[in-house]
């Protein structure tokens, strides 16, 4: 191959050089467009339990592809759609947020203001993402409505002590409403002990359920015997023991109990059990409600002298 021709052939490689280059460019722009990822809330129902005025809250802003560049987007709130005031309420860490270069997210952070709650209320915020067009579509989540719900903290020892019970089984075996009895914890086992319950000599363990204090539940632990048939019907049936069990875990042969979810307050210091009473071999007499609300030693003393 003589040199004109290297030369020609050359010449055309660079030549086609460019337009290669250009081809790739436009195709990979074209990439970085079809892949452009809409921008929005997670969708998912946002409620803070708001127990001091210390913790921060994330809320996830995600997007369904990273790109290789940061993204930055706004926060706003719709002051005509919440009910909470923002520095007074609650406080917004940054306004202005931004999902990096090969990142699927970024969080909100908000802390709401204990103090400017009274007990068991909740304020409403309406938040809105501020972004370029590109970034929006028309089934994405650029709104979202935040819940701040008032929580007070929990302490085990305020359900040590004295209490009234009022159960649906005073009143129909016991020609009673109420009683006062004494609780104390067994600290090992973060249970609620009952001391005689409903019978002297039986004490009832009830566990309380602290991972979501929006939704306090408890429940006893397991089967315990409540007393004795003799006790309570002056008679003896069966092995003579008269058993109670959480009313949502018991498998009734007349009715679904599943709903019936016993719960407490750490702000009202009470607790409502829903319980099922039977006897093993013979059958179950039928579901109660118990509601125990705990009292200062002040007032168990004057309920004791004057009763209930």
Request: aromatic residues 8%; glycine residues 8%.
């Amino acid at each position: 191959m003589n040199l004109y021709r290297i030369i020609i052939r050359l010449t055309s490689s660079l030549l086609a050089l460019p337009i290669m280059l250009t081809m790739v460019g436009c195709e990979k722009e074209q990439q970085t467009h079809d892949a452009e990822s809409h921008i929005m809330f997670s969708g998912e129902d946002h409620v803070l339990a708001i127990v001091d005025s210390e913790e921060w809250f994330e809320i996830p802003i995600v997007t369904s592809i990273p790109t290789e560049y940061d993204r930055t987007l706004g926060v706003e709130v719709i002051i005509a759609e919440s009910s909470a005031l923002e520095g007074f309420d609650f406080e917004i860490e940054n306004h202005t947020l931004t999902i990096k270069g090969g990142s699927k997210s970024a969080v909100l952070r908000i802390r709401g203001n204990a103090e400017a709650f009274d007990h068991n209320s909740r304020k409403e915020i309406t938040l809105r993402l501020i972004l370029g067009e590109e970034y929006v579509a028309d089934n994405t989540t650029i709104e979202t409505t935040i819940v701040l719900q008032h929580s007070c903290p929990f302490d085990i020892n305020n359900f040590e002590g004295y209490a009234v019970l009022t159960s649906t089984w005073c009143m129909q075996y016991m020609n009673s409403d109420s009683r006062l009895v004494h609780t104390h914890i067994d600290e090992g086992e973060g249970v609620v002990v009952i001391e005689d319950m409903l019978y002297d000599g039986y004490d009832i363990r009830v566990k309380l359920n602290t991972e979501d204090m929006l939704n306090p539940t408890a429940a006893l632990c397991g089967t315990q015997v409540l007393g004795s048939t003799g006790d309570a019907f002056g008679t003896i049936y069966g092995d003579g023991k008269l058993l109670i069990a959480e009313a949502s875990e018991y498998n009734s042969s007349s009715a679904d109990l599943t709903g019936y979810v016993s719960f407490y307050s750490t702000c009202e210091n009470f607790m409502m059990l829903y319980t099922v009473m039977y006897v093993d071999g013979v059958g179950e007499i039928g579901m109660f409600g118990n509601i125990l609300e705990w009292v200062s030693n002040d007032e168990a003393e004057r309920i004791m002298r004057e009763g209930l």
